[in-house]
Each structure stands twice: as C-alpha cells, then as structure tokens.
C-alpha cells in the first residue's frame, strides 16, 4: 500500500521540481494539469522553487526552468563519494579489457542506483542507462550479484517488496526459480542478467564483499546479445573475477 507523504507541500514542491528536470520546461498550466493543482497553487509551488533558487522563469517563452542549483548538490554528493575514486581506475581497465560498457551500483531498498558508468563506444552503440537511475534488484545482474549472498529472509524480504512483473519475457518472476538463480550466482561467483530487464541486452555482474560481510555494491559488464553469447561470457569471466578481486583488497584494505 502506497503511504502518503505527510508532509503536502513538499511533495508539492518536488514534484514541480522532478517534472521541470525530466522535461527540461514547463509552462504553468502544463504543472498545474501534471500536479492536479489550482493554478493560484501551482503558482506559489513554482515562485517559493524560484525563491531557493532551484528553478527561473525564461524571460522570454515565460516558462519554467530548473537551475543549475540542483546539479551543484548532486556533485557535492558524488564528490563525497569516495568509493567512486577509488574504483574508477579498476573499471575503466575492465572495460578497455572487455571493450564494453561497464556499470557500478550501490544498493538502495529494493533497487539499485546506478553511480558510475564506463561507456565503451565500440560499433557506436550506447547504453540506454544514466549515473542516478535506479534498476530493481530482483531482474537484473547487479541485483541477484548482490542478493545471492543476503540471507533467506532478506531475499525474501527484498522480493516481498518488489514489484514483481515481467520486463521482458525472460523475466524471472516465479520465486522458487529466482532461489535457484541466487544458488548458481553463489557456485560461479558472478551473476548473469540473460535480457530480465532491458530486451536485447544480457550482463555480466559481481558485487563486492566488505570488511562488514555486507554487499551493497556491485558491478557489471553489459553488452548487446549480438555480442554476449555463452562463449564471450565465458572469456568476460576471468576480468571481472580479477577486478572484483583487486577492488575488495582495495577497499577492505583501508579497515585493516
């Protein structure tokens, strides 16, 4: 069951704020419909967003923009990010290696949020994917990476919570099955995403064991099935199981 925000106005506020980010502007009746607010309403919403300085209005179309002021907090956050320094180097070196993409996660809930991202431009074909948005755990590979060594009732827990429906239709949706995908994660050491959440695409993934015994990073190596067949998984092995290997000492190192 969904929980309402307690506090209105700020779900007004950020919902105004999300929509100006995603659509880059919006005019005042636009946010109105969007929101399901009066104007008068959405009026003070967009003006007291003015006011923080998060938004500006265009002198010239007269609609709304996001700031930069927005951006500028999400870098001092990532600047914070220590993990992410550390790891680039390792993840740029796997993927010249693979000469593909390269994603790094960190659990968040039931989903993971993309952190870091190492484009390979081979044949010119991008990944879909963008540092700050968010896969569910339970139909990708950085997920079940990191779910194969949770204990049973946080598995449960983790599915429990999900919504569970198929992206694809080789979408694991059926529990016992997903139990017995976590148990191959565990006997090979990575984990597979066989096109479960973006068709097309299939992913190599591991998560990385803190000096805690908690999991709640992840990487992954992704590629277009043209690409990605049984055999090159099999060559993909031997990088990954290295990096993840060189990145724990790494991190783990700094707690000896």
């Keep these: 069951?969904?929980?309402?925000?307690?506090?209105?106005?700020?779900g007004r506020l950020f919902?105004?704020?999300?929509?100006?980010?995603?659509?880059?502007?919006?005019?005042?009746?636009?946010?109105?419909?969007?929101?399901?607010l009066n104007k008068?309403?959405?009026?003070?919403?967009?003006?007291s967003l003015i006011y923080m300085g998060y938004a500006r209005q265009n002198e010239t179309s007269g609609r709304y923009e996001p700031s930069l002021k927005i951006v500028d907090l999400a870098g001092?956050?990532?600047?914070?990010?220590?993990?992410?320094?550390?790891?680039?180097?390792?993840?740029?070196r796997l993927m010249e290696q693979a000469d593909e993409t390269v994603h790094f996660v960190e659990r968040e809930g039931v989903e993971a949020v993309?952190?870091?991202?190492?484009?390979?431009?081979?044949?010119?074909?991008?990944?879909?994917?963008?540092?700050?948005?968010r896969i569910p755990l339970y139909c990708s590979g950085v997920g079940k990476a990191m779910l194969a060594y949770m204990d049973e009732q946080e598995v449960k827990d983790v599915w429990k919570n999900s919504n569970i429906h198929a992206l694809t239709p080789y979408t694991i949706t059926d529990f016992n099955v997903f139990r017995q995908e976590l148990e191959k994660t565990r006997e090979r050491g990575y984990a597979l995403d066989?096109?479960?959440?973006?068709?097309?695409?299939?992913?190599?993934?591991?998560s990385l064991q803190e000096y805690t015994g908690r999991r709640r990073y992840a990487f992954s190596i992704s590629a277009p099935v043209s690409r990605m067949d049984d055999e090159r998984i099999k060559c993909l092995t031997g990088y990954i199981l290295e990096t993840k290997e060189q990145i724990e000492k790494i991190i783990n190192g700094l707690h000896v």
């Design 1 to 10: 069951m969904e929980e309402k925000n307690p506090i209105q106005v700020a």
């Design 15 to 36: 919902g105004a704020l999300e929509m100006l980010i995603e659509n880059r502007s919006a005019g005042l009746m636009e946010i109105s419909e969007r929101l399901g």
């Design 40 to 47: 008068s309403t959405a009026h003070r919403v967009l003006n």
């Design 76 to 92: 001092k956050i990532m600047s914070n990010m220590d993990i992410i320094h550390m790891v680039r180097p390792f993840l740029r």
């Design 114 to 133: 993309y952190i870091d991202k190492v484009e390979a431009m081979r044949n010119g074909i991008q990944m879909v994917s963008r540092i700050g948005s």
């Design 194 to 206: 066989n096109e479960e959440n973006e068709r097309g695409v299939r992913c190599i993934a591991v």
